[in-house]
């Protein structure tokens, strides 16, 4: 079935009546300051902040009421702050939210600082005792994260130095804007790396450092559509849903594939989709590493579909979705080779994800005959516009830098594999114990049974979907973990499943019956 | 004139071949290293490298075939490579770059490590020795930097704790995900404290903290666009490059206004263009701060020129381009307020302008009832997805909320007023020196003509356009800087225009013949 994306109708869509009805907890120290503590004697310390301070030369023709006189925005009314407060102690249950906790409830506020604030130190000693209590809830946090493909262990030290620059690497990273500080010459360092890795010459290849693997993906999709403005786009219905989102965004016409139960592209369905729009050029979204199942889709298949069908090169674009294992895959002997040798237009991986760093990042590939088809002058920038984000994070680079320089190609083969064999022996304490499980040939990703328990699940941190949870094994994860992890997950299942009443769920429809060790399938 | 975005023909796109052709120089480092040192034992190395590490437990059904043997990936032919180093020497000529300059030139390559690398501390050493050089880069281009935006004048040295972690706040902020390693606490703090800049409820907002001004722009016209699906977008030619580019990407029909000399959007070219198009819904950018000339448009008379021409409120979705002058105008008295009490739809801000801040961001504030338009749940995150970024960096919120707690509402009025002052200043110096100049009442963006010298330009990181230049007043330039860089500008201009071959640019088409300083206008 077609679907026409962003005309309104949106039937991809999920029910909108379930992501309605947010309720906003205010938190209780959200009521208005006494009036005392905000207005006395406003007006006297205005002035003094406006007049006494040392700012320098004052022009004769500068109209000292061109600043208003309280500067203190009103707040919300009494009634709603009240509300919020009484639902805390329970006299008025709170409005439900549907999906997660709101964070209105444990939000830290931003409040005033008293104009003696600067003299008693009270404001720095309060904003101190947050940031320590919100470190150790990091540290706490960071221990016990399984489910979502970062690599958390990394140290950056030597990088601190520079925390207080402001770099931004606004537009092109190969064109030098007016704006001097920022560290192109890292981020072309490390793009050159990336195209190394995927083959393709310093001279033929564009590409920049996004903020995350959606950026990659907005980007790649975006330059498959000037590339075919026409082109309709294919995605398996297992691909990140910023694929999804891109189509929307872009008013693209998108077609949905079928998937294996491995999680990859079914390319039969593949080909009954491409063979309904022959008229049409296809763009499509290839995933090295689906989100849910780590699933990598047979790239070379892919190919020889499209040519089986009639698609000539000229007539397709693929973009490689390497989020996740873009980086692990080249390393892999068995995996389909990411490379622009063939008929690829563009491969985006993560960089927070198997490198690691404090903030989400992500390279970009593509071909430089592509990105023209995309850019345009910004002489305000003295530079060209070719990304999706304008003004770009400076310091993404040098975290990437430093990593890729510190572990090479070689460092990386040896953290591919050290993750390949804890991911096997996770799945193998996990069938033991008689949990069923599945692993892709070529992934780190283990999935299984999604835990009973709400709580379970977030102290491990383990992203589900429907029936399933996973575990994506990355470099941080050691054995230890894995083994603290199962033990407890054997542990509680014990209680969840011991008197009989509930039993584990089936999940021979999402993993294959072979992978199912349900009360029907073991 | 209608142009129709993103149907490929693209009339508002600069000529392609003004950037195309873009020259790839390669380092002089980047030849391929001599065979002994990639090669050397190289099978010996790997096999050491892969069995006698401390791996933990291989399981029995482990194919140590799966990885690959040679890591390394080939890199490009000699003759490539040789090219780039003869280009240095002045040999070979390299192909021009049209704008800027290529940053192949001067990256840091990142290169393999030796086996004996750990032992030796050679690498650190030498990466110790450019992170070294890089800093003190930054250091000297941070100190004369006057033409961008960016508030350098920050102290986070008590987050420097937070940053060897991988903080993400994937998703909605509100509604926590699964993943542990947040900051919606704080993200949540900051965003209330801009809805109560901006006037609007609690329980009436929504709002995210983005990777930069762009996305909130990208942001604000697709909820726009997904409010009103056939709406048509109308923004003053003086608008952000994004907002064109967003109107490229979405698909949208785009109509661009005129401006006055001031930069502000020209309402009697609005009304006209209004009235071409009243069968149709209105999508309107308005502009808190112009990029080139911190013009400020007239909120209040765009929505009586929307009225007039027979808009009624339900008919239209105004998005606020605050990302410059955002957070200043509400502190400033003759501004025409930016608030949710008017019928607007979304505001944004940058973080990384007034408020100052290692890396880009910027805060999105939109009315609850718009996003529902916009979002769709995301079970994988526990969450939905309402943002343009998928994962999103949990850093930007802390340092936010950093400096909003230690300034407050009252400390940022206190700059605003330093910044206007010292932005008076600067006109006053300009204009006694013989140089026309203009500022904006409501503005810290001083243009004036243009320097004859690049090399100048680049030194004080100016930003440029047409004939014109500007120095857009942060809270760090001080008169000092002001005074070195004025005294500069006299001394060289006496040089360029000394001998009377030369005359200063008229810039009168630009800021008008009033403000103009040339021989005909003086």
């Known amino acids: 079935m077609m679907e026409k994306m962003g005309d309104g109708s949106t039937p991809f869509w999920l029910p909108q009546n379930q992501i309605r009805g947010v309720a906003i907890h205010f938190p209780s120290n959200s009521a208005p300051p006494p009036p005392s503590k905000v207005m006395a004697g406003s007006i006297d310390m205005m002035l003094r902040d406006l007049n006494l301070d040392a700012v320098e030369s004052l022009p004769e023709d500068f109209d000292p009421t061109t600043v208003i006189n309280d500067p203190l925005p009103p707040i919300a009314n009494d009634a709603l702050h009240t509300?919020?407060?009484?639902?805390?102690?329970?006299?008025?249950?709170?409005?439900?939210?549907?999906?997660g906790r709101n964070v209105h409830t444990s939000c830290h506020e931003v409040t005033e600082p008293d104009a003696d604030d600067d003299d008693s130190g009270?404001?720095?000693?309060?904003?101190?005792?947050?940031?320590?209590?919100y470190r150790k809830s990091l540290v706490e946090r960071t221990k016990h994260h399984l489910g979502y493909p970062y690599n958390l262990d990394f140290d950056y030290g030597a990088l601190s130095q520079l925390q207080h620059f402001s770099i931004n690497n606004l537009g092109d990273p190969f064109i030098e804007s007016?704006?001097?500080?920022?560290?192109?010459q890292f981020e072309v360092g490390v793009l050159d790396w990336f195209a190394r890795l995927w083959e393709l010459e310093k001279n033929e290849y564009w590409g920049y450092i996004t903020n995350c693997g959606t950026e990659g993906n907005?980007?790649?999709?975006?330059?498959?559509?000037?590339?075919?403005?026409?082109?309709?786009?294919?995605?398996?219905?297992?691909?990140?849903?910023?694929?999804?989102?891109a189509a929307r965004m872009y008013r693209m016409d998108c077609?949905?594939?079928?998937?294996?139960v491995s999680g990859e592209i079914d390319c039969e369905d593949f080909k009954a989709k491409l063979s309904l729009h022959k008229d049409k050029p296809a763009i499509i979204n290839v995933n090295i590493g689906t989100t849910v199942k780590g699933a990598v889709d047979d790239l070379d298949l892919v190919i020889k579909t499209l040519e089986e069908t009639g698609f000539s090169h000229d007539r397709f674009y693929i973009h490689c979705d390497g989020a996740l294992f873009g980086l692990m895959m080249p390393f892999v002997k068995l995996a389909p080779k990411v490379s622009f040798k063939k008929p690829i237009g563009s491969v985006s991986v993560s960089g927070h994800k198997f490198v690691g760093c404090p903030m989400p990042c992500g390279v970009q590939i593509t071909r430089l005959e592509h990105i023209n088809a995309l850019s345009r002058n910004v002489e305000?920038?003295?530079?060209?516009?070719a990304t999706i984000m304008g003004?770009?994070?400076?310091?993404a680079p040098l975290f990437l830098w430093y990593t890729l320089n510190r572990k090479g190609y070689r460092g990386f083969q040896k953290e591919v594999q050290k993750c390949l064999r804890n991911a096997h022996y996770l799945k193998?304490?996990?069938?033991?114990?008689?949990?069923?499980?599945?692993?892709?040939?070529l992934s780190s990703t283990v999935v299984f049974e999604r835990p009973q328990d709400e709580e379970f699940t977030r102290k491990w941190q383990l992203a589900c979907q429907g029936s399933i949870a996973h575990v994506v094994v990355m470099p941080n994860i050691t054995i230890d973990k894995l083994d603290d992890f199962v033990d407890e997950l054997i542990e509680k299942r014990a209680v969840w499943y011991g008197n009989e009443k509930l039993q584990p769920p089936c999940v021979a429809s999402d993993i294959g019956e072979s992978n199912c060790l349900c009360v029907k399938h073991k």
Do not use: Q, W
């Not at 007016?178 to 192109?184: A, M, Q, T």
């Not at 305000?380 to 516009?385: I, K, P």
């Not at 114990?433 to 892709?440: Q, T």
């Open 122 to 133: 009270d404001r720095e000693a309060y904003m101190a005792s947050v940031l320590a209590r």
């Open 218 to 245: 907005l980007h790649g999709i975006l330059v498959g559509r000037e590339v075919f403005p026409d082109g309709i786009l294919y995605a398996s219905c297992e691909s990140h849903y910023s694929i999804f989102k």
């Open 83 to 99: 509300n919020g407060v009484k639902s805390i102690n329970g006299k008025e249950k709170p409005r439900e939210i549907v999906l």
């Open 380 to 385: 305000y920038l003295a530079s060209r516009d």
């Open 428 to 441: 193998g304490r996990l069938t033991s114990a008689g949990i069923g499980a599945m692993l892709n040939e």
């Open 255 to 260: 077609e949905k594939v079928n998937t294996l």
């Open 391 to 395: 003004s770009r994070n400076g310091h």
């Open 178 to 184: 007016n704006y001097g500080v920022h560290s192109r």
